[in-house]
Structures are given as structure tokens and as C-alpha cells.
């Protein structure tokens, strides 16, 4: 059995079996939203009046890719996919699920395994939001 190492464990937290909380870093002086969370403001250079944030439950998909050559322990064919959040946060990450994507669809983050093996890796994923309850 092998460890599995956390993707950029500051940036996220489990929030139940199905769902993350994905954390950035509000700029108490320019307002501005950092993601991943960090020791300074990019757009000002603050660093003391900073606070983490939970970012909104739901993104929005602005593109993707299809993977068909991964790396070791990664089963392919993949999604990887650019989502945007309020406040000017656009992250990227895997995309799970068979449903066929399109730009602009709602998209949550979910725990996942981005990589078996042993040099396995866990972390955030995006999945479409399939109930229209959950887009809000």
C-alpha cells in the first residue's frame, strides 16, 4: 500500500464523500481573490491584511481539452478543463464523468484521485452539475 500525497492541501478541504471546498486568498486592502491561497497579494503586494475564503460552490466551464497520452498512473482518455469562478478566479483541473461538456455549463468540485499508484495523487476535480437545485 502507498501513500497518497494531496494536491496543494492549502487550496482545498473534503466537504463530505462527494464534495471540496476549494480555499483562496482575499486581499483585505485591493480586494483582489488569489487562487491558490498565498503569502501575498500579486496585484498590490499586501501581505498582512489577507483572509482565506471558501469559493462559490459552482464554476463555470470557459474550456477543455481531451487527454489521450497521460502520465504513469493515469487512465486515459481524460478532460481537463478551465473553470471559472466569481471574482475573477479561473482554475484548471480533471473533468470526471462521461456527460459531454460544453462551455459555459455549471461545474462543481469533488474529490478525486488524479493519479494511482505509487506515486499517487489526491485532490479536486470538476464534475457538471446535473440537477438544476444544484446550479445556484
Not at 2 to 12: K, M, S
Not at 74 to 96: N, S
Not at 112 to 124: P, V
Amino acid at each position: 500500500m502507498t501513500d497518497t500525497t494531496l494536491l496543494r492541501p492549502d487550496a482545498w478541504q473534503q466537504d463530505g464523500p462527494d464534495r471540496v471546498r476549494l480555499l483562496a486568498t482575499r486581499c483585505g486592502h485591493c480586494k483582489h481573490l488569489i487562487f491558490p491561497p498565498a503569502p501575498s497579494c500579486p496585484a498590490c503586494w499586501e501581505r498582512d491584511r489577507l483572509h482565506i475564503e471558501s469559493l462559490p460552490k459552482n464554476g463555470v466551464l470557459h474550456s477543455f481539452t481531451v487527454v489521450h497520452t497521460p502520465g504513469d498512473g493515469i487512465a486515459a482518455p481524460y478532460a481537463v478543463g478551465l473553470i471559472d469562478y466569481d471574482g475573477g478566479v479561473r482554475i484548471c483541473g480533471r473533468i470526471c464523468g462521461e456527460a459531454p461538456l460544453t462551455a459555459g455549463m455549471p461545474m462543481e468540485a469533488i474529490p478525486g484521485s488524479i493519479r494511482e499508484g505509487e506515486h499517487a495523487l489526491a485532490g479536486w476535480m470538476f464534475r457538471p452539475v446535473t440537477n438544476s437545485l444544484e446550479s445556484s
